[in-house]
């Protein structure tokens, strides 16, 4: 019986470990077709790497420690994401564009292992000014830290706050100051939803 001359030698070394690896990669052309709310960890990743070569115009090279794709170095990184972030497919699509637009292209070197999706640095700082900043699905107490451009805002009408409980304790003011109105404005101009303030869980 003749054999592949590829099987003498392990095949070529452009192949995947194994066909579980195929069969996971070939999920990520799911994305153009499925619902993002319906997306898992490898049509999320099948996005970050997509967003990968369309920076660097190079493939992203997966680490394949595991003969299994679902407990790979990258799932493992997507799975951990989501446990520091959230479960909402539609909110990690949001923030996988947020560090390529703003950390990935600033970069001094091509970024070579998802792991600086997950600094903890680079999370915290997504959570305060953007999501914090403007998402309406997210539940703050009074101890929630207000996000920098906010507190900029209001420091300039002569108020120092540190919190979302110290805006809302503002925010019932019967007789407010006009400075105070203006900064309010201001603050919902660059994206600050009000209503969180009506929404915060009191301890």
């Not at 099948?46 to 003969?67: A, E, L």
């Not at 493992?76 to 972030?85: C, E, V, Y």
């Not at 959570?127 to 420091?155: C, H, W, Y």
Request: hydrophobic share 35%.
């Amino acid at each position: 019986m003749s054999k592949n001359k590829d099987d003498n030698v392990g095949g070529k070394l452009t192949d995947l470990p194994n066909e579980k690896y195929k069969k996971f990669l070939d999920k990520f052309q799911e994305i153009s077709l499925l619902e993002i709310e319906k997306w898992g960890p490898a049509h999320l990743l099948g996005y970050f790497c997509r967003k990968y070569f369309d920076t660097y115009q190079v493939k992203y090279q997966f680490k394949f420690n595991s003969p299994s794709p679902n407990k790979c170095f990258e799932v493992f990184q997507i799975k951990k994401l989501a446990s520091m972030l959230t479960a909402n497919p539609k909110l990690l699509k949001e923030y996988i564009d947020w560090i390529y637009e703003n950390k990935v292209i600033k970069a001094k070197r091509r970024l070579t292992s998802i792991s600086f999706m997950t600094n903890e640095g680079v999370v915290n700082e997504y959570k305060m000014n953007v999501l914090l900043a403007g998402k309406k699905n997210l539940n703050v107490d009074r101890s929630t830290p207000l996000p920098e451009k906010f507190k900029v805002i209001f420091q300039s009408a002569g108020v120092t706050i540190n919190n979302y409980g110290e805006l809302a304790f503002l925010s019932q003011m019967s007789d407010m100051p006009s400075p105070l109105l203006l900064a309010f404005e201001k603050a919902e101009q660059e994206g600050f939803d009000k209503e969180v303030l009506g929404r915060i869980v009191w301890n």
